[in-house]
Nanobody, 114 residues
Framework: QVQFVESGGGLVQPGGSLRLSCTASGSIRSMNGMAWYRQAPGKQREWVARITGGGYTYYTDSVKGRFTISRDNAKNTVYLQMNSLKPEDTAVYYC????????WGQGTQVTVSS
């Protein structure tokens, strides 16, 4: 099965930006939908942004206008550009297929704090 490796997280001040990357060990083209998910301490994992094979994008309400998901099938990579970050965006971020997930990667920690 395809494995995902997420990177790009870190500590950032409120209002700052980060760009996350997720590289798959195999082709993501056949997966059609890809998504970024996050899990905050004490909360369930939730999807925050998804992109179809045709490039259509969808966002959960809390990140609309701030986050942008994109994909590069040639590089088997999915990106998440995060702007105007808020403390409530603090979480471990993962990528995976959507809606049917496969193996989860280690994720990348995003901490928004002053």
């Amino acid at each position: 099965q395809v494995q995902f490796v997420e990177s790009g997280g870190g500590l950032v001040q409120p209002g700052g930006s980060l760009r996350l990357s997720c590289t798959a060990s195999g082709s993501i083209r056949s997966m059609n939908g890809m998504a970024w998910y996050r899990q905050a301490p004490g909360k369930q994992r939730e999807w925050v942004a998804r992109i179809t094979g045709g490039g259509y994008t969808y966002y959960t309400d809390s990140v609309k206008g701030r986050f942008t998901i994109s994909r590069d099938n040639a590089k088997n990579t999915v990106y998440l550009q995060m702007n105007s970050l808020k403390p409530e965006d603090t979480a471990v971020y993962y990528c995976n297929a959507y809606p049917t997930v496969t193996n989860w990667g280690q994720g990348t920690q995003v901490t928004v704090s002053s």
